[in-house]
């Protein structure tokens, strides 16, 4: 088959589209993506062996209403230059969104065309993009079961199905042998990974800072700590670790190999952002999560949830982490090994490392309906 995908913007949209084109490249099936070379897509994308195919569009400001005549315009011209890319070289079978404006002019000129087409939700409150497109949408699949209500029609509730949120293969075979390797960080020691997703958490890198003494005092604990590009010097002026301590607590701005190091893990503390939640689930490792308190519509708090009812998981607000009661957990967490193994079982069962097959077989089933 031919399948579309239109993907863009930040990496919580990209990276789900590229684990399901791998799965769909597996299955034999011909994938090309729709996007912004101009954007997150257009590095990604193309590093990934997909092809881009330029989609010129822009969201609009809602406080601004005015903006959307404008991105209304570019969507229709959008439509227009996709209708005569596919004229010349045939349409695809089937098309799939995941989230971002980007997917309007493709799923749009699916409606008018009668193809078929899905869409993905990665996160607990749905963004506009896929309340848009999702009238039509043969399949809307989801992510947590908290996204469902939005997408159910009255008298219907067939067309969503929860396949979770596609984790890429690189994660997923991630090995803790080698990640513990590969940082130095030996076998029977208990690792601890802080991170706050690409750009980083301000109140983590400051909470790991209050907490150094006390961390460091556990034996054999060791912390790999991404603090994100922009706060790497202000994490490191505030741990100001010695050399003897560096030995233990591997600061860095960004972590690349994140498959090897997720498995090299004992214990994640981390925001709570959808890519992040699908990543620790399907790797299976116990987690501290800290939802990002100015998300659109506290969704992360919604994401966390996901996991803390399933037991893989304990959740603390923002403003709880400069209180005694989260340093104290995270180290009753570090100290208790059984508490951490019954964790990893919960995380495991909740299926995420099968999501991309789950959600390819949904895109082939819209076919062959």
């Given amino acids: 088959m031919k399948i579309a995908i239109a993907a863009g913007g930040t990496a919580g949209h990209i990276n789900p589209a590229l684990a399901l084109a791998e799965e769909l490249l597996d299955r034999g099936h011909e994938v090309t993506f729709y996007g912004r ?27 601004k ?20 890319r596919f004229a010349a070289q045939g349409a695809p079978d089937v098309a799939i969104g995941f989230g971002a404006y980007v997917e309007v002019p493709l799923l ?7 193809i078929p087409y899905l869409i993905h939700e990665q996160n607990s409150v749905p963004g506009l993009a896929n309340k848009m497109m999702a009238a039509h949408a043969a399949r809307v699949c989801i992510s947590v079961p908290a996204a469902r209500p939005v997408f159910e029609r009255e008298g219907d509730t067939s067309h969503v199905a929860l396949t979770g949120n596609p984790v890429r293969r690189s994660v997923i075979a991630g090995d803790r042998s080698r990640g513990r390797a590969a940082l130095g960080v030996p076998e029977d020691a208990t690792l601890l990974l802080v991170f706050g997703g690409s750009l980083g958490a301000r109140t983590l890198n400051e909470g790991m800072a209050r907490l150094k003494g006390e961390l460091l ?11 994100g590009k922009g706060g790497y010097d202000d994490a490191a002026a505030a741990l100001a670790l010695t050399d003897d301590e560096e030995k233990r607590w591997d600061l860095r701005a960004y972590i690349d190999d994140m498959g090897d190091v997720l498995a090299a893990a004992d214990l994640v503390l981390s925001r709570a952002g959808a890519s992040s939640i699908a990543e620790i689930a ?21 994401n966390a949830k996901f996991l803390v009812d399933a037991g893989a998981a304990v959740l603390f607000a923002d403003d709880e982490v400069s209180q005694p009661v989260f340093g104290k957990k995270l180290v009753e967490l570090l100290e208790q090994k059984g508490t951490r193994a019954a964790m990893r079982a919960a995380a495991k069962k909740l299926g995420q490392d099968s999501a991309a097959s789950a959600l390819a077989d949904q895109v082939e089933s819209c076919v062959r309906g």
């Fill in 217 to 227: 005092s556990i034996d054999g604990l060791h912390v790999v700590q991404s603090t």
């Fill in 108 to 114: 749009g000129f699916c409606k008018d065309k009668g």
């Fill in 282 to 302: 399907a790797v299976g490792v116990p987690s501290v999560l800290v939802p990002y308190p100015y998300a659109t519509a506290d969704h992360q708090t919604t």
């Fill in 65 to 84: 209403p005015w903006t959307a005549v404008s991105s209304l315009r570019r969507v229709w011209r959008a439509k227009a230059s996709l209708k005569r």
């Fill in 37 to 63: 070379p101009s954007k997150l897509e257009g590095t990604l994308v193309p590093a990934a062996g997909f092809e881009l195919v330029d989609v010129e569009v822009t969201g609009f400001d809602r406080s």
